[in-house]
T-cell receptor, first 111, second 115 residues
Framework: SQQGEEDPQALSIQEGENATMNCSYK?????LQWYRQNSGRGLVHLIL?????REKHSGRLRVTLDTSKKSSSLLITASRAADTASYFC???????????FGTGTKLQVIP | EAGVAQSPRYKIIEKRQSVAFWCNPI?????LYWYQQILGQGPKLLIQ????????DSQLPKDRFSAERLKGVDSTLKIQPAKLEDSAVYLC?????????????FGDGTRLSIL
């Protein structure tokens, strides 16, 4: 079974607005990663946050991690049509970095 | 740097036939992963290699799926015989390995359709 669950399953916003996606997981983790997947393509790594970090930024992306609530959020600011994609959280745990992906959020940014 | 290469991009076979997928990871990456992604779902790990050794194959249906990583570089995933439920995208990924805080780099996958 998949450990992470994203919320919402689908999100539609206007260009320029902010998009927030949430991820919940069940067990202790080493790190949490966010990936983007465009239709028909492989996943692209966006950002990795370690279990001892609470917030991380990369360009228009902001990720938070709350290990007490076992949850993370991904904020995309000033969205663009090119941000239209599915977004997945992935949790890494164990000595060999076993990675489990969530169910994904499908984001549509309307120009 | 060159990315993860996968072939073929598409494959259509009939049930009970055999199929094989090939993956060439990024040079120097010790860890290689095979995932199955069913439409509308997240990737599910099938097998993880560290160099040429298997570290996790707990979700690999071993009665029909097999995988090998030759000399710790290229890898092949085989399905024999295929079932209708195997229709999915098969993704290969690699990472530097060792340190647990390394991102994975994905190929574009092989889309398998079973008739």
């Amino acid at each position: 079974s998949q450990q992470g669950e994203e919320d919402p399953q689908a999100l539609s916003i206007q260009e320029g607005e902010n998009a927030t996606m949430n991820c919940s997981y069940k067990t202790s983790i080493n790190n949490l990663q966010w990936y983007r997947q465009n239709s028909g393509r492989g996943l692209v790594h966006l950002i990795l946050i370690r279990s001892n970090e609470r917030e991380k930024h990369s360009g228009r992306l902001r990720v938070t991690l709350d290990t007490s609530k076992k949850s993370s959020s991904l904020l995309i600011t000033a969205s663009r049509a090119a941000d239209t994609a599915s977004y997945f959280c992935a949790t890494a745990y164990g000595g060999y970095q076993k990675v489990t992906f969530g169910t994904g959020t499908k984001l549509q940014v309307i120009p | 740097e060159a990315g993860v290469a996968q072939s073929p991009r598409y494959k259509i076979i009939e049930k009970r036939q055999s199929v094989a997928f090939w993956c060439n990871p990024i040079s120097g990456h010790a860890t290689l992963y095979w995932y199955q992604q069913i439409l509308g779902q997240g990737p599910k790990l099938l097998i993880q290699f560290q160099n040429n050794g298997v570290v996790d194959d707990s979700q690999l249906p071993k009665d029909r799926f097999s995988a090998e990583r030759l000399k710790g570089v290229d890898s092949t995933l085989k399905i024999q015989p295929a079932k209708l439920e195997d229709s999915a995208v098969y993704l290969c990924a690699s990472s530097l390995g060792g340190n647990s805080n390394q991102p994975q780099h994905f190929g574009d996958g092989t889309r398998l359709s079973i008739l």
